[in-house]
């Protein structure tokens, strides 16, 4: 194909690798993927970011979302190690619109389009950091091969393929500081991998299983203003006075304690090669536990026995520790089993053409979550759970299947000049969403299992989502010096099954065009300027549609079924300047997004996802990778975002025009550096930093390091590797090196510490 530079460049990205030309070319001639012949046009119509698990040493790695923790215009937050809530938000979304992103595994989803904000948050524990060759991030809904999901963009995560025996077994432990508030502490955990892979004639296999044990910060800092009367309250000692994120005046008594979190992830791989033919297969097993169940109450009287459910006078003023609700000092516990299944068929078609088939399929085995309805130390607690019961939630009947089918050629009609690439989509999602009262008393006293007593008195609520797409995309190399790509996606959305309690909700179905257009100039090899342009719709998930979640005391999620799509307009121009071994790259961007999709809060504490009529974002990236800068051994990666997200729609509270659209930094920076210091030693220092915003659609959150803060950050974090054999390499790291204190609502991690060693025997 005669395409533009950029295709030459992102195809050859590789480069970054410590090997040589030889030596990658012979790797690319062994390994060929026809997979990736396929839509190759999504990676030229959209700006791209891609790094090596070699960059990668540079940093650590204890879950797989670290691996794109210093990528352009991205954030993800992982608030601790085994985080399940690590949601990611890329340019004009946020990270609580977990809907606009989407996240693959060797094309398999780890996104989680049921749900939206926190427990829409990728299930990135399905895949081992062991197993990353490398990870590629694409921009925006530019390319039609993408849903209106990808309005934010795309995370592939792809996987190495055997290609000889090897055994790897990988261990570290990482320990964290934690000093706010009323708790100084120090949380620890571990995590080991061990995998087996061969290349048996034309049969590849691999194997692994990796176990995740690490008990996180507390979550929770539990605050309360003064409320009124003194009769009943009680002298107090032990709390911190402060201030909540609106800079309201109060006091914390407690915080949530630490949470305990476990997995045990078991995967397997198969791949079969035949003349012009590629099979493979996967299977993904996760048995995940968390546990919160060592909250830390600050106040004691003064005979120094613990304080719950009082009103407490402190220096004449009086705090209410229940005030909207008693269940403020809860215990929870989870537990979810899942599986990821996928399975694939890549065919060369005569000597022009190339076809990729895959299916993949994610369920919910089982998914418990269990809250007391109170502390079982608290006097009340018997009677609070009679009266106010606690709650279980349970998932039943959940999960996907998606399947895609796609063909290519880059010499349509013999012209060499022309490529075409069409494809067809089909997926299925079903949510059923059970919360029930529940009598906790013997499952949190006597046992680990959940063995109450569960009641009635909360509505359960879920449905079903299906869309089916097909779609286009046309490239035509006009010149030596000019490039076309256009696209077309056709989608059909239907929305069913959908109950309220006891209340179906009717049959829904909405269709829609996504156009896509691309022009590129490449004055020479090293230079091009490319203009994109895209239209894409984002159609409501599950939860938006039917899940309802009463909270209690008044606090509740509403759900609407009758939620339009997101209809966005997106714009990018992009410069690249190829330089020796690296390029500089700026990127120009403009996205008006209508019926945006959020969570508002009204002023009773109910929230519900009535459409922000519309939001626009306009934002600059500049991008600078180099590998042997100054003709040392140092290798750079550094980018800066600058993103304006403003509301400039809003029927249902116009007060919200003009605000800036929540949890949308204004500015991102971050820069990784490799340093080979001898053929045995390197190092790498990294620095993470985002400016601060909000939470709240009113802007009204301004206050700084507080529990429910949006807070601007400054993480470096170190490493260094030591390889001591062939097979054994050591490392050694610190994240938060400055142990900076910053909210993003919750505490982001103090300083941590990381030891790891890792053995590698290949033949």
Do not use: C
Not at 428 to 435: F, M, S
Not at 581 to 597: A, P, Q
Request: no cysteine; charged share 20%; aromatic share 12%.
């Amino acid at each position: 194909m005669s395409g533009p530079m950029f295709a030459r460049f992102f195809q050859s990205v590789p480069v970054f690798l410590a090997v040589s030309g030889a030596t990658l070319a012979s790797a690319l001639e062994e390994v060929t993927v026809i997979a990736d012949q396929v839509f190759k046009d999504t990676s030229l119509v959209s700006p791209t970011s891609s790094i090596t698990a070699q960059q990668l040493e540079a940093i650590s790695i204890t879950t797989v979302e670290d691996a794109l923790a210093h990528e352009p215009s991205l954030i993800v937050r992982k608030r601790f190690i085994g985080d399940p809530n690590s949601v990611i938000g890329m340019r004009g979304s946020n990270m609580f619109q977990t809907t606009r992103s989407m996240v693959f595994v060797d094309g398999m989803p780890l996104h989680y389009h049921l749900q939206t904000r926190y427990r829409g948050a990728p299930r990135w524990s399905l895949v081992s950091p062991g197993e990353i060759d490398n990870v590629e991030v694409i921009y925006g809904a530019f390319s039609a091969e993408y849903s209106g999901n990808a309005m934010g963009g795309v995370v592939n995560v792809n996987t190495r393929r055997p290609s000889s025996e090897r055994v790897t077994f990988e261990t570290g432990y990482f320990a964290q500081e934690y000093q706010q508030q009323g708790t100084d502490e120090t949380f620890g955990g571990y995590r080991t991998y061990a995998a087996y892979e061969n290349k048996i004639g034309n049969l590849g296999l691999f194997a692994s299983y990796t176990k995740m044990d690490n008990e996180g910060q507390p979550q929770t800092q539990l605050f309360t203003q003064s409320g009124s009367g003194t009769a009943g309250a009680v002298a107090a000692s032990g709390f911190v006075q402060g201030i909540n994120e609106a800079s309201e005046d109060g006091i914390y008594f407690a915080d949530s304690g630490p949470e305990s979190s476990k997995t045990d992830l078991f995967k397997a791989k198969l791949f079969y090669d035949l003349d012009g033919v590629q099979l493979r297969g996967s299977v993904a097993y996760e048995e995940r536990t968390r546990v919160e169940d060592q909250q830390n109450n600050f106040l004691h009287d003064s005979a120094g026995d613990p304080i719950f459910d009082r009103r407490v006078d402190v220096n004449g003023e009086v705090y209410d520790t229940y005030a909207f609700g008693r269940s403020r000092l809860q215990q929870r516990s989870q537990e979810r089993n899942s599986l990821l299944l996928g399975a694939g068929i890549s065919a060369e078609l005569g000597t022009d053409w190339v076809s990729d088939a895959f299916y993949s399929y994610f369920k919910i085995l089982d998914d418990v979550e269990v809250r007391s309805g109170n502390h079982p130390l608290a006097a009340t607690f018997a009677d609070d759970n009679a009266r106010y019961r606690a709650r279980i939630t349970e998932y039943d009947n959940t999960g996907w299947q998606i399947f895609d089918v796609k063909l290519a050629t880059e010499s349509w009609l013999g012209n060499d000049s022309q490529r075409l690439s069409v494809g067809a989509h089909y997926d299925d999602y079903k949510l059923n969403y059970i919360v029930d009262d529940y009598n906790s008393i013997a499952g949190l006293r006597d046992s680990d299992e959940v063995d109450g007593d569960p009641a009635t008195g909360r509505a359960d609520s879920g449905g079903r989502a299906s869309t089916a797409a097909l779609f286009v995309h046309y490239g035509y190399a006009l010149s030596e010096q000019w490039d076309l790509s256009l696209g077309l996606r056709y989608e059909d959305w239907q929305a069913q099954d959908g109950f309220i309690g006891a209340t179906q909700t009717p049959e829904r179905s909405e269709t829609g065009f996504s156009p896509k257009f691309s022009l590129a100039w490449e004055s020479n090899d090293s230079f091009e300027v490319r203009y994109s342009l895209a239209k894409a719709l984002r159609f409501p998930v599950i939860e938006e549609l039917y899940v309802n979640d009463n909270k209690g005391a008044g606090a509740a999620i509403i759900s609407d079924p009758s939620l339009e799509p997101e209809d966005g307009i997106f714009h990018n121009l992009s410069v690249l300047q190829a330089i020796d071994d690296g390029s500089l790259r700026i990127n120009l961007f403009y996205e008006v997004i209508d019926d945006v999709i959020f969570n508002q809060r009204a002023t009773n504490g109910t929230s519900t996802f009535l459409p922000v009529g519309e939001v626009t974002t306009s934002g600059a990236e500049f991008i600078w990778e180099q590998r042997g800068v100054f003709a040392t051994p140092l290798d750079v990666r550094f980018n800066l975002t600058h993103i304006d997200a403003e509301i400039t729609d809003n029927v249902f509270n116009p007060t919200f025009e003009g605000r800036q659209f929540p949890r949308s930094p204004e500015w991102r920076s971050n820069l990784m550096l490799s340093y080979k210091l001898s053929p045995q030693w390197d190092m790498g220092a990294s620095i993470r930093y985002a400016s601060d915003s909000f939470g709240e659609l009113d802007n009204s959150d301004t206050a700084e390091n507080v529990f429910g803060a949006q807070d601007s950050f400054l993480f470096v974090g170190t490493k260094l590797n030591w390889q001591l054999s062939k097979a054994l390499r050591l490392s050694v790291g610190i994240d938060n090196l400055f142990d900076e204190e910053a909210y993003v609502f919750h505490p982001w991690p103090g300083r941590t510490y990381h030891v790891q060693a890792k053995y590698q025997l290949a033949k």
